[in-house]
């Protein structure tokens, strides 16, 4: 496993470099989309597979980051990083008092919670006067990054959502692999026991609500700048259905399990585009099979079966 | 042998920069249109399939290639939304190499597109949509807006029902661009003519329990209840206001009714309705020719987008021949030189904020009675001349207007 980081890791990287300089092999747009869902399933999966909460509302942190950084964008004239930054600021805000309220339940009711959080959210957005409601928020200018590089041209812009999602992704890691992130982890695996050891359980979780919706709002927000529009797509609770999808099918138990999901989730909705409305069911075949066979999700079987293969160095490095 | 090496190059390179030219004219090898229209949703009746046809028609009209390279046609479906239909038309003209995209149905989605259009300096042709500001603060030298707008609506249907005396309005409407900009217009016309505007009860797009709204409108006592949508949208607002005896006191104004519209509501409910289209298949023998073929391969007649969608094809692939290559700002100057006459109109002339001028006509539905055969729905009212029929320039807020 480690030697696959260590050489899988690098190569990924210097693919993503190169990629804005082939455009013929792939689109760069269409990888902009996905790096952007890539860093929102990881974020959502900061909650669902580490601290075993359940969200049905994350289209709402989606969603209102890119509505705010469109308006910092468009009606404030602000730069492109501050924008970003509001959105990002409102939506982390936005989870702290989904998760304040939310996590007085459990489960199913939880998520309920999440979800009619999400929907008054959206209807919010529909009725505000400076979303366009069904039109979408559009144009938006894509701005100047620091007020200097031009993010009209495509190639500048891809480095920034590179690096933004990379920094995501790095920090979401960080999170799971701290002490923080290991007392998610016996919040979600025996709840009264890691009270009993006198952990404000509640903090906790309104912490990671906190931290995972600011993320998923880094991801709105550079979605929107990217297509210059925000919609209420972004809000709708399918997308909130979508990002639990990739995650599952990606793998939840693991930190970048989600990326795979939601990079075969991307690709099949955009290479089988000219299906139509048959897309949704594909996708829903390949989330039954997925479901039926490997239950870990892709990348979780995957480094179960290479575990099984090599109990030994696994061991070592665990 | 030197000096017939030489030659040899000279002539061999001389032959290549002439391929190079050659392939300068028409980008990629192919001249490509584009069709982002609703295949699915609340308007595939209006666009969709026999939009895609029509498209398909015009290119095999002009005999398939232009300036002996490929037309090609190919499709998408916007699902009314506009990321979607705003990223599909980045993506092809960012690497479809898509040189025209046509139809747009859905004024939320056709506005996110000319956005696009503008930014990539491609050419689109609005057929489908009827927002504003296509011709206003979105517009291009890239953009233009075919069939009809907002603004013809009103003057056609709006003015009508103002002038038989309707003098206070309440409209149910659409919540989107579409519904508010025909709304916002209509009212302009009521208030102009001294009337009121009641009121407005705003439903989203694809609403089929209309009973709320419909109270709504009965409760504010207009004489004149406004519809404000389109396709399904109107045929359901109908029906319900037929069904809570709403059209006891109050008349109904479909503000924007296809001839699928009124196919699907009938005769018996749509009789008299009053609606103003650019075109209908019944109107001359080149129209009904036009329909026959379009029949023959769609299965029903075509409505007045469909026609346009035809229609702007052949000029704009004429206006490639005449112009000798694609290069948008080339095309889009052709395009606003020549005049269009065929079967959708005669002397149309793009102004210069991309607005297609051409006569409207106001038509109302048929009784049963009156219809003699299947499809036979409208009769004429009067003809609406361009210059009253769409927003005079002095009005408008686009910025290649001069003033």
């Not at chain 1, 007085?104 to 979800?115: E, N, P, V």
């Not at chain 1, 259905?241 to 955009?270: K, Y």
């Not at chain 2, 002996?68 to 690497?95: C, M, Q, S, Y």
């Not at chain 2, 900009?181 to 505007?197: F, N, P």
Request: aromatic share 10%; proline share 3%.
């Amino acid at each position: 496993m480690a030697l696959v980081y260590r050489i899988g890791l690098p190569l990924l990287i210097a693919a993503l470099i190169a990629v804005p300089f082939v455009p013929q092999l792939i689109y760069p747009i269409f990888l902009m989309k996905v790096m952007c869902f890539v860093l929102f399933a990881c974020a959502f999966n900061l909650l669902l597979g580490h601290a075993g909460i359940v969200s049905f509302g994350h289209a709402a942190f989606f969603g209102s980051s890119a509505y705010i950084t469109g308006y910092a964008l468009r009606d404030l004239g602000l730069t492109t990083e501050v924008a970003i930054l509001a959105g990002v600021l409102f939506s982390a805000t936005l989870g702290a008092l989904f998760g304040a309220l939310a996590i007085r339940r459990q489960g199913i009711y939880l998520a309920m919670i999440t979800l009619a959080l999400a929907q008054l959210v959206y209807f919010s957005f529909l009725q505000a006067p400076f979303t366009g409601a069904e039109d979408g928020m559009q144009p938006i200018p894509r701005g100047k990054l620091f007020g200097l590089i031009d993010l009209n041209d495509d190639t500048n812009l891809y480095f920034l959502v590179l690096v933004c999602t990379g920094g995501g992704l790095w920090l979401i890691n960080r999170i799971v692999h701290s002490p923080f992130g290991q007392i998610l982890r016996a919040i979600r695996e025996h709840e009264p026991r890691t009270r009993s050891l006198g952990y404000a359980v509640e903090r906790y979780k309104v912490t990671a609500f906190a931290l995972s919706a600011g993320l998923s709002g880094l991801a709105g927000s550079l979605k929107c700048v990217v297509f210059r529009l925000a919609s209420l797509t972004d809000v709708h609770w399918h997308m909130s259905g979508d990002v639990i999808l990739m995650t599952v099918l990606g793998g939840m138990n693991s930190v970048f399990g989600p990326a795979i999901g939601a990079i075969i989730i991307s690709a099949l909705r955009h290479y089988f585009d000219a299906l139509g409305a048959w897309v949704t069911i594909m996708v829903g075949l390949v989330f039954i099979f997925c479901v039926l066979v490997f239950r870990r999700g892709v990348l979780g079987e995957l480094s179960h079966y290479l575990a099984v293969r090599h109990p030994a160095k696994e061991q070592k490095n665990a | 042998m030197k000096t017939s090496l030489r030659l040899t190059m000279t002539a061999a390179s001389l032959l290549a920069l002439g391929a190079t030219a050659a392939n300068a004219q028409i980008s990629n090898d192919v001249v490509r249109i584009g069709v982002l229209a609703d295949m699915s949703g609340i308007y595939n009746d209006l666009s969709g399939k026999g939009a895609v046809e029509a498209v398909k028609m015009a290119a095999e009209d002009v005999g398939g290639t232009v300036l002996g390279k490929k037309i090609d046609v190919i499709f998408a479906d916007h699902l009314n939304k506009p990321d979607v239909g705003a990223a599909k038309a980045r993506e092809w003209f960012d690497t479809g190499a898509v040189d025209m995209i046509n139809d747009l149905a859905n004024s939320g989605v056709a506005r996110a597109v000319a956005a696009v259009a503008k930014e990539k300096k491609r050419h689109i042709i609005v057929n489908g949509a009827s927002n504003m500001g296509i011709t206003n603060e979105l517009c291009s030298p890239y953009a233009i807006h075919y069939a009809y707008d907002a603004y013809s609506l009103a003057h056609g249907t709006g003015k009508a029902v103002v002038a038989a005396g309707g003098k206070s309005w309440f409209f149910l409407t659409v919540d989107f661009a579409f519904g508010h900009g025909l709304e916002q217009q209509v009212s302009d016309v009521v208030r102009g003519a001294q009337g009121r505007v009641l009121g407005a009860a705003r439903h989203p797009l694809g609403t089929t329990d209309f009973s709320s709204y419909v109270l709504q409108a009965q409760a504010s006592k207009a004489e004149i209840i406004g519809i404000a949508s389109t396709g399904a949208d109107a045929v359901n607002a109908i029906k319900a206001a037929a069904e809570f005896g709403a059209t006891k006191n109050q008349k109904l104004a479909a503000l924007l009714l296809w001839i699928e519209d009124v196919h699907s509501l009938g005769l018996q409910t749509a009789q008299g309705l009053m609606l103003t289209n650019a075109w209908y298949w019944d109107q001359n023998d080149e129209t009904r020719k036009f329909a026959k073929r379009f029949y023959d391969r769609v299965g029903k007649m075509p409505n007045m987008a469909q026609a346009a969608d035809y229609s702007s094809t052949v000029f704009y692939l004429n206006a490639v021949k005449e112009a000798g290559t694609d290069d948008p700002d080339k095309v889009s100057a052709k395009m606003r030189e020549m005049t269009v006459s065929d079967m959708f109109t005669k002397n149309g002339k793009v102004r210069v904020d991309g607005r297609f001028m051409h006569d409207m006509y106001l038509w109302q539905v048929k009784t049963p009675a009156e219809s003699k055969a299947p499809w036979d729905y409208l009769k004429p009212v009067s003809t609406i001349p361009a210059e009253q029929a769409f927003q005079p320039l002095s009005e408008s807020k686009c910025d290649l207007v001069k003033k």
